[in-house]
C-alpha cells in the first residue's frame, strides 16, 4: 500500500519567516495530494491540494509543489504569522477500484510561529 | 458543524465495554471514513464504506466494527478487543467520483477509564 512520509515533524520559525514542509509517497500511481490544518483539538480543514497533472499550485501565502518522477511534493507558507502555528498534514490519494479513492496521511508537522 | 457531526465530542469507557461512536453527514456524500489519530501518529484508516450496506477494512480495522445501514450515518463501535482504544476518532466523508471534496467531523475523544 502507499505509504507517506513527512518531514520535519517540529518547526518552528519567525513570524514573517517562510516554512517548507516536505512529503514523501511511495505509490507512482497516487495522483491527488492535500495538505490538511489542525489546530489543536479541531478537524483537519483543507488548505490546498494539487493534482498529478500540475507541478505547482499556489493560493496567497501558500503553496503546493509537486515532483512526481521524485514522489515527493512540499508544501511552502510565506509570511508566516502567529495563527499559522498548527500541525500539517499531507496526504496522497489514488483510485482503487472503481470510485474507490483512500488518503493516505503522513504523520504531521508541528509548526510554531514565534512572534 | 460543515455538515458532518460526529457525537459525544468525549467518551469514557470502562475496560471490558464496548462502546459506539456516531457520525451523521447531511451532504449527500457516498463514501465515508473512519480515521484515528494518535500523537505522532497522523491520521490512520480504520474502517471506509462506499455505498450503503457495504464497507471495507482499513489499514487498523482490528478490534472495531462498523455498519452502513443508511447513506448519512456510519457508527463506528470501538470493542474490548481494540487493546488500546484511548484516541481522538475522526469521521469524514465525499462524494464517491471524486477524490477531493473530503469533509471531516469534528472528532470523538475516548479515554479508557
Known amino acids: 500500500g502507499e505509504n507517506v512520509e513527512q518531514h520535519p515533524s517540529t518547526l518552528s520559525v519567525q513570524e514573517g519567516d517562510s516554512a517548507v514542509i516536505k512529503c514523501t509517497y511511495s505509490d507512482s500511481a497516487s495522483n491527488y495530494f492535500p495538505w490538511y490544518k489542525q489546530e489543536l483539538g479541531k478537524r483537519p480543514q483543507l488548505i490546498i491540494d494539487i493534482r498529478s497533472n500540475v507541478g505547482e499550485k499556489k493560493d496567497q501565502r501558500i503553496a503546493v509543489t509537486l515532483n512526481k518522477t521524485a514522489k515527493h511534493f512540499s508544501l511552502h507558507i510565506t509570511e508566516t504569522q502567529p495563527e499559522d502555528s498548527a500541525v500539517y498534514f499531507c496526504a496522497a490519494s489514488k483510485r482503487s477500484g472503481g470510485s474507490n479513492y483512500k488518503l493516505t496521511f503522513g504523520k504531521g508537522t508541528l509548526l510554531t510561529v514565534n512572534p | 458543524d460543515g455538515g458532518i457531526t460526529q457525537s459525544p465530542k468525549y467518551l469514557f469507557r470502562k475496560e471490558g465495554q464496548n462502546v459506539t461512536l456516531s457520525c451523521e453527514q447531511n451532504?449527500?456524500?457516498?463514501?465515508m471514513y473512519w480515521y484515528r489519530q494518535d500523537p505522532g501518529q497522523g491520521l490512520r484508516l480504520i474502517y471506509y464504506?462506499?455505498?450503503?450496506?457495504?464497507?471495507q477494512k482499513g489499514d487498523i480495522a482490528e478490534g472495531y466494527s462498523v455498519s452502513r445501514e443508511k447513506k448519512e450515518s456510519f457508527p463506528l463501535t470501538v470493542t474490548s478487543a481494540q487493546k488500546n482504544p484511548t484516541a481522538f476518532y475522526l469521521c469524514?466523508?465525499?462524494?464517491?467520483?471524486?477524490?477531493?471534496?473530503?469533509?471531516f467531523g469534528s472528532g470523538t475523544r475516548l479515554t479508557v477509564v
Open positions: 469524514a466523508s465525499r462524494f464517491q467520483a471524486s477524490p477531493d471534496g473530503y469533509t
Open positions: 464504506s462506499q455505498i450503503v450496506n457495504d464497507f
Open positions: 451532504l449527500n456524500h457516498d463514501a
